[in-house]
């Protein structure tokens, strides 16, 4: 029986969500929906992790709206966002990892 670190593992995945959903400090990370960011997260934490054979995410679908600041004479680059009251349902996927084949 194989033992496995977990501390070691949570280490690693919450690395790489970090990764993939915020980026680098200084530029974050663009993505055009939640599902391709969870997507790549998936995808990367089975790359670097033999052990996990698949894996599941689950988010809130939170949309973010984007604030007029024209009143106090600025303007607003897609950089202050306000998130909706209520999140619109979730947004759930599951990858998993190709079986080899046993012919």
């Known amino acids: 029986m194989e033992i496995i670190q977990t501390s070691s593992l949570q280490d690693t995945i919450r ?9 680098p400090h200084d ?8 599902q391709k960011t969870l997507y790549d997260i ?9 052990e996990i054979e698949d894996m ?4 809130p679908n939170i949309h973010y709206f984007n604030i007029d600041m024209s009143k ?8 202050v ?3 909706s ?4 349902g979730r947004i759930t ?9 046993r012919l």
């Open 85 to 88: 009251d209520n999140p619109y």
């Open 93 to 101: 996927g599951t990858v998993k990892r190709k079986l080899a084949s």
């Open 56 to 59: 599941e995410i689950s988010l």
């Open 42 to 50: 998936q995808v990367l934490s089975l790359s670097r992790v033999p």
């Open 72 to 79: 106090m004479g600025l303007v607003n680059k897609d950089e």
């Open 27 to 34: 530029k974050g990370e663009y993505s055009p929906s939640v």
């Open 15 to 23: 690395d790489i969500v970090l990764e993939k959903f915020a980026g």
């Open 81 to 83: 966002l306000l998130p």
